[in-house]
């Protein structure tokens, strides 16, 4: 981000915000940028991610949607590397999947986000999950915050 003229600065300075707070005013939330305002609390975020574990029929998903949400992904055709994030991604419909460096099991699929926030659907332990934290983090997956809490819950099943 120190690199103005970088694939992340540039991606992440687009629109510009100068403040992370910014992105919970309403003018912000109300235009729809794919893949960067979700905005929601854990709880909600955790029961989406549970419907969607336990087959999302109560959202209008389909069993052939589920079907390929749960498929093994697969890599692009120049890897999995990320030219912005610099990390390993693997998605599937939009959402991203487990990859060796960060696995949160293999049927898995969910997104994390800014901070350290990270939700998914675990269709084979039938469990939704989320972290939402209230200071932001500098991880970009597995938060070690965000990673005790998912391995407690998971301990606990």
Do not use: C, Q
């Amino acid at each position: 981000m120190m690199r103005k003229r970088s694939l992340a600065a540039r991606a992440f300075a687009n629109p510009k915000i100068e403040n992370a707070a910014d992105l919970g005013k309403p003018a912000l939330r109300a235009v729809e940028l794919p893949a960067s305002n979700g905005v929601g609390s854990a709880r909600a975020i955790a029961r989406l991610y549970g419907m969607m574990a336990t087959g999302g029929r109560d959202l209008g998903v389909t069993p052939k949607v589920m079907d390929e949400l749960t498929a093994p992904a697969t890599a692009p055709r120049h890897g999995a590397r990320d030219r912005v994030l610099h990390v390993d991604t693997l998605y599937r419909l939009g959402f991203s999947r487990s990859t060796r460096t960060f696995s949160f099991g293999p049927r898995s699929f969910g997104t994390p986000g800014a901070g350290g926030s990270f939700g998914y659907a675990d269709p084979d332990r039938g469990i939704g999950f989320a972290y939402v934290p209230n200071r932001m983090g500098f991880w970009l997956n597995s938060d070690p915050r965000e990673l005790a809490l998912r391995r407690a819950v998971l301990a606990s099943l």
